[in-house]
């Protein structure tokens, strides 16, 4: 178990992720991770994504920290409730080649059932970058494990909106804040989104910012069957990749 400081340490670079040991390395990961999830980061993104994750893909490409769904914690509530159906987690690829072994994989497994490639269909959507929940219209859950979660509903009886006004009972998605709005009202007073985020779904009374950001429609839940949507199979896939890719202000 790595040690306060030593912590502190990686954090400042001034121990590097090459030069940590397999175990240190992997609790240091799961440190990072779980404190990204209760909304209080430790590194940024990008640090977590292509220095120690890219790292520990390098050493240990198989190990099930990697592999798993990444639990929202937590820090809501103790009593967990089986969700209407399971949410996955996604795995991370940053480079064309990444994708290239995925779509093999695909190719690969339609063999194995007897299906053709040709009639695989893969769907692309935005990826978000906020608390992921599931709406079945009564409740609001948090995506917890990808079995069970907590229940979160208070967000909605605080006023949070939903995207476009469109409804509640859509299923999947994600509480976010809008890029432009963090960038203008809250960075001064928060790092990243993540730290401003939790604020909102916490159990403890909303603060200012809080309040100042469900009032203007900064804050609201996007349902995933609202996002931009790119459908075809794997050859269009390989050519209108780059189509896919876009930025949501």
Known sequence: MLSDEKVKLIISQSILAGSLSNAELI????????????GAPIINDEEYDFV???ELKKRLPNHPFINKVETEDEGFSDE?????????????AFTWGEIE????RISKFSEEINVLISDIQIKGTAKLDGFAGYDDGKKLYTRGDGNKGSDISRVFQRGLGILNDSGRGQGPGEIVVKRSYFENHLSNDFEYPRNFQASLIKEKELDKF???AIDAKAAFFVSFKLLPLGMGDVDDCEVHFGDLVIIVE
């Open 27 to 38: 609790d240091f990961c799961q440190i990072a991770n779980k404190k990204y999830r209760s």
């Open 101 to 104: 072994k995925w779509l093999e």
């Open 210 to 212: 809080a309040k100042d």
């Open 52 to 54: 120690f994750i890219s």
């Open 80 to 92: 967990k409730i089986k969700l209407p159906e399971k949410m996955l987690s996604t795995n991370k």
